[in-house]
C-alpha cells in the first residue's frame, strides 16, 4: 500500500465511520449471527498476495459489521459505557500514524510529556489532592494504564513490593519468602472482576469482605478484617475501595475506610473506574470525601469521557514507590537521566512498551473542553432520572437502590424468575441490550445510559421495548 492508497482507504474509512455514527439508529444493538459464523466464512490461511483495500472493506462491510455488537448504539445499555468520540478516534489515528513507543522520555518526548500535562490537567478537573499530581512539589503524578484492571494490579504490585521492604527495614533477619504469602488484599463482595482478578494476578490473597445493605464496605468490617488476619499472623497489605461499583453504582466511604488503612499502614487504591468521571462535576465530589487517604487512584476516561478504549488514568501519591518496585535496568535503556517531573513511564507500568494513549486524551479534552465532557455527564445522569421515573409510573416495576449516576437497576415485582425471563426475551429480540446484577440478593436487570449523544427519545425507545416485552411476560405468568 503506497501514500496514495493509504488517503483512499483513510477517506473511504472516515465517511464509513462518520455514516456508521450517523445512522446507528438503523441497527439491530446485537448482531443476529450463531457462533462460529465468522470462522466458517474467512479463509483458513492468511492471504500469500496482497489484496486490494476495496476488497478488505469489502469484506468489512460483508462480514464484519454483521458480527459487531454496537456499544455505541442509544440501545446499549449492559455494563458500562465505553468511549468514543471523533475527537478521540483522530487521537488515536495521531498515535497509530506516529507509531511511538515511549518507556523513556528519550524514547519520544512529546509522548512522556503530553502524558505530564494530560493527566495534571484531568486530575485539577477531577479536584484531586495536590499530592496526586506531577505539578505539586512532591512526587506523585498520574500515568496513563490500559485499564482499570492493570492499575489495580500495579497498585498491589507496589503495595507488595513496599510491604515487603519495610518490614525487611524494621527486621533484617526475615526473609522475604516468608512474608510474601502472609499478606492479604482486601476489597468488597461488591468489587469488579478484575479486582479479584489482581489478587490472583499477584498471587496475594484477596479478601471480598461483606458490604453493607447498600453495598458499601464499612471502616469498622474492614477494621475488624485486619485484626482477625493479624491474630493469624497475616499481615494487611492492599486495600481496593470502589467509587462506583459495577453492580449498582455504590461508593464505598473513603473517609471510614481511609482512615484504617492510614492507621495500620496498608496501601489504599481507589477504583473509580467508571463513576469517577462524574467528578468533574463539582456537585458529586462528596462522594470522593476521604480521597487524601488513598496511595492511588484511578478512573477510566474510556468509559465516560468519551476516549475509546484504551486510556485507565492512574495517579499516585509517591512515584517513587512504582520506580523502587519496577526499575530494572539494561544498557540499551541507559539514555538520558530525567527526574520524578519527567517520568521514565516503564517503571510507572507491567509492560516495557507503551502507546502514545495521552494523544487520545489531549485531542477528547481540548475538542470538547471540561465544559462539554461535564454536561454530557450531566445530561446522561438526567436521562437516567427520567428512565427511572418513566418506570416508576407503572406499577409492575420496582426501581433500586437509588439509580447512580447514569445507572438504574430495576426488577419485576413478580419475582426472579420473571424478572430473568424479561431479560431473556428482550436480548433475542437484540432491539436494546442489558445485563443483570444483583441487589440484596435478588435479581434485578441494568440499564446504563451509555451512549454519548442519547436523547430523550432514545430512553423512550428503550422504556417502550421493556414495557411491551413485560407485558408479553406478565401474561404468560398468568395463563
Ligand atoms: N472497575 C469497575 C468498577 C468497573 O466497572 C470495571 C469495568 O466495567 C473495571 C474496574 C474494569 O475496567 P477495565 O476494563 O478498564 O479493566
New binding site residues.
Given amino acids: 500500500m503506497n501514500a496514495q492508497q493509504f488517503r483512499e482507504f483513510g477517506t473511504a474509512v472516515i465517511d464509513l465511520l462518520a455514516d456508521y455514527v450517523e445512522n446507528i439508529r438503523d441497527r439491530d444493538v446485537l448482531p443476529s449471527v450463531e457462533p462460529g459464523y465468522l470462522l466458517n466464512e474467512l479463509p483458513e490461511n492468511a492471504p500469500e498476495q496482497p489484496e486490494d483495500w476495496k476488497d478488505v472493506l469489502k469484506d468489512f462491510n460483508q462480514a464484519i459489521l454483521p458480527g459487531i455488537t454496537h456499544w455505541q448504539s442509544p440501545r446499549f445499555h449492559a ?2 459505557p465505553t468511549g468514543t468520540s471523533y475527537a478521540s478516534i483522530i487521537g488515536s489515528m495521531l498515535c497509530d500514524g506516529l507509531s511511538v513507543v515511549g518507556f523513556s522520555w528519550m524514547a519520544s518526548p512529546a509522548c512522556t510529556e503530553l502524558e505530564v500535562v494530560t493527566m495534571n490537567w484531568l486530575g485539577k478537573l477531577l479536584g484531586l489532592p495536590e499530592e496526586f499530581l506531577n505539578s505539586s512539589s512532591g512526587p506523585g503524578g498520574g500515568v496513563i494504564q ?7 494490579l500495579v497498585g498491589l504490585l507496589v503495595a507488595k513490593d513496599k510491604t515487603v521492604r519495610k518490614l525487611i527495614r524494621n527486621d533484617s533477619t526475615i526473609d522475604e519468602d516468608i512474608i510474601k504469602p502472609k499478606l492479604v488484599a482486601y476489597t468488597s463482595d461488591q ?5 479479584e482478578k489482581a489478587g490472583l494476578l499477584g498471587s496475594m490473597k484477596m479478601r471480598l469482605l461483606k458490604a453493607d445493605a447498600d453495598g458499601r464496605l464499612r471502616g469498622e468490617t474492614l477494621k475488624r478484617a485486619f485484626e482477625e488476619d493479624r491474630e493469624q499472623g497475616l499481615i494487611p497489605c492492599y486495600v481496593v475501595a ?5 453492580g449498582t453504582c455504590a461508593f464505598d466511604p473513603l473517609y471510614e475506610l481511609g482512615p484504617v488503612c492510614k492507621e495500620a499502614d496498608v496501601w489504599l487504591h481507589v ?5 469517577g468521571a462524574a467528578f468533574i462535576c463539582p456537585e458529586y465530589r462528596h462522594l470522593m470525601k476521604g480521597v487524601e487517604h488513598a496511595d492511588s487512584f484511578d478512573i ?1 476516561p ?2 465516560w469521557m468519551n476516549v475509546c ?2 486510556c ?1 488514568a492512574m495517579w499516585v501519591k509517591n512515584g517513587y514507590d512504582l520506580i523502587r518496585a519496577f526499575d530494572v535496568q539494561r544498557i540499551y535503556l541507559d539514555d538520558v537521566q530525567t527526574d520524578i517531573k519527567i517520568p521514565d513511564y516503564r517503571h510507572w507500568q507491567i509492560p516495557l512498551g507503551r502507546r502514545f494513549r495521552a494523544m487520545k486524551l489531549w485531542t477528547v479534552m481540548r475538542i470538547y473542553g471540561a465544559e462539554g465532557l461535564r454536561n454530557q455527564i450531566r445530561k446522561h445522569i438526567d436521562l437516567a432520572q427520567y428512565f427511572a421515573k418513566l418506570m416508576r409510573a407503572d406499577d409492575r416495576f420496582l426501581v433500586e437502590p437509588e439509580p447512580s449516576m447514569g445507572l438504574v437497576c430495576f426488577r419485576l415485582k413478580g419475582g426472579d424468575t420473571i424478572t430473568k425471563k424479561l431479560l431473556e426475551n428482550l436480548t433475542k429480540k437484540r432491539k436494546i441490550f442489558m445485563v443483570a446484577g444483583t441487589y440484596r440478593d435478588r435479581y434485578m436487570i441494568r440499564f446504563v445510559v451509555c451512549y454519548r449523544l442519547t436523547r430523550k427519545e432514545d430512553i423512550d425507545y428503550s422504556w417502550k421495548q421493556i414495557r411491551d416485552e413485560a407485558d408479553c411476560v406478565c401474561t404468560d405468568k398468568i395463563h
Wanted: proline share 0%; aromatic share 14%.
Fill in positions: 455494563f458500562y490500559g485499564s482499570a484492571s492493570e492499575a489495580t468489587c469488579n472482576s478484575s479486582v470502589n467509587l462506583g461499583t459495577t477504583d473509580a473506574a467508571y463513576a477510566n474510556h468509559k478504549f484504551d485507565s
